[in-house]
Nanobody, 125 residues
Framework: QVQLVESGGGLVQAGGSLRLSCAVS????????MGWFRQAPGKEREFVAA????????YYADSVKGRFTISRDNVKNTVYLQMNSLKPEDTAVYYC??????????????????WGQGTQVTVSS
């Protein structure tokens, strides 16, 4: 079993920055591709970013490209999402996800296997 715990959410003004962290325990972290998703009120959960097992490949939603950066530390068993130039439309609950398949593949096949509990990000205008 894999446990994921997000942290780092909060309230920030538009144009500001936040860094989310997701600590992973339970299995070999480096075996898992990792991703971040978000869900705004009244909307479906959407993909934000993903990173491969080694960290060599990253993928972003068009809406965050150039503003968000996903990274991982396979020694600390943690994945990060650095969010810069935040906009009010970035307001959502952000979820960390893990899967042994690439996250983009897992999305097409029912979604990643493991999820965190989510952390709230609120961007004020």
């Amino acid at each position: 079993q894999v446990q994921l715990v997000e942290s780092g959410g909060g309230l920030v003004q538009a144009g500001g920055s936040l860094r989310l962290s997701c600590a992973v325990s339970g299995r070999t972290f480096s075996s898992y591709a990792m991703g971040w998703f978000r869900q705004a009120p009244g909307k479906e959960r959407e993909f934000v970013a993903a990173i491969s097992w080694s960290g060599g490949l990253t993928y972003y939603a068009d809406s965050v490209k150039g503003r968000f950066t996903i990274s991982r530390d396979n020694v600390k068993n943690t994945v990060y999402l650095q969010m810069n130039s935040l906009k009010p439309e970035d307001t959502a609950v952000y979820y960390c996800a893990a899967d042994m398949r690439p996250i983009t593949t897992a999305q097409r096949m029912g979604g990643p296997a493991y999820w965190g509990q989510g952390t709230q990000v609120t961007v004020s205008s």
